[in-house]
């Protein structure tokens, strides 16, 4: 079945260093979603990728979308602490069903 | 505000009793989504339901029912067959079910059965 495999599980880096997750699709994708969920909170919307070879950022945030359209990366710039949470890629297919992946949480140590 | 209401953030029942989530959304959403969040396994797909009177099991549909009378509404049921409830589970919903449309989640429910 379609998974969405995502790396790694857990971050944690120095304020002010870079962060970077990915994530991997055994199938094309019509699309992906990446979502963020504060600790204690909800997954919140952030961005969604569709063209092949997409990229699109969100000021210290860029999100990029693979040529083949099965992977996708989330790279943040001088990480703050306001960016601690786990990060969720979700891809749909041509079914448009979601699949989420595993999530990296993201430690930011001031 | 238009949003995702889930009532009650916490809640607590003995094994063997069956229990209802409720899912309320405001936005007009035609899709309605039920996930189970567990520690590194991130979401799962439990029911969803692209249009009113009409809903499909996910992944992780054995013990779990739902209903969708309203569009408004969409509430789980927790079955006393559901081998492992306690988890944290999250209602969603979209403007449609077609791709490009963004989830959008409500605050979760704390499940604990004892």
């Known amino acids: 079945g379609q998974q969405v495999m995502q790396i790694p599980q857990y971050q944690h880096v120095q304020e002010g260093e870079d962060f970077t997750t990915y994530c991997n699709s055994s199938?094309?994708?019509?699309?992906i979603q990446w979502y963020k969920q504060r600790p204690g909170g909800h997954p919140v919307f952030l961005i969604q990728?569709?063209?092949?070879?997409e990229v699109k950022k969100q000021k210290r945030l860029t999100f990029q979308f693979g040529e083949a359209k099965k992977n996708s990366s989330l790279h943040i710039t001088a990480t703050q602490t306001t960016d601690v949470g786990t990060y969720f890629c979700?891809?749909?297919?041509?079914?448009?069903?979601?699949?989420f992946g595993t999530g990296t949480s993201l430690t930011v140590i001031p | 505000d238009g949003g995702i209401t889930q009532s009650p953030k916490y809640l607590f029942r003995k094994e063997g009793q069956n229990v209802t989530l409720s899912c309320e959304q405001n936005?007009?959403?035609?899709?309605m989504y039920w996930y189970r969040q567990d520690p590194g396994q991130g979401l799962r797909l439990i029911y969803y339901?692209?249009?009113?009177?009409?809903?499909q099991k996910g992944d992780i549909a054995e013990g779990y029912s739902v209903s969708r009378e309203k569009k408004e509404s969409f509430p789980l049921t927790v079955t006393s067959a559901q081998k492992n409830p306690t988890a944290f589970y999250l209602c969603?919903?979209?403007?449609?079910?077609?791709?490009?449309?963004?989830?959008?989640f409500g605050n979760g429910t704390r499940l604990t059965v004892t």
């Open positions: 969603a919903s979209s403007i449609t079910s077609s791709y490009n449309s963004p989830l959008h």
């Open positions: 199938t094309t994708l019509s699309n």
């Open positions: 990728l569709v063209k092949s070879g």
């Open positions: 979700a891809g749909q297919d041509t079914g448009n069903q979601f699949y």
């Open positions: 936005l007009n959403h035609d899709a």
């Open positions: 339901s692209q249009i009113v009177n009409d809903f």
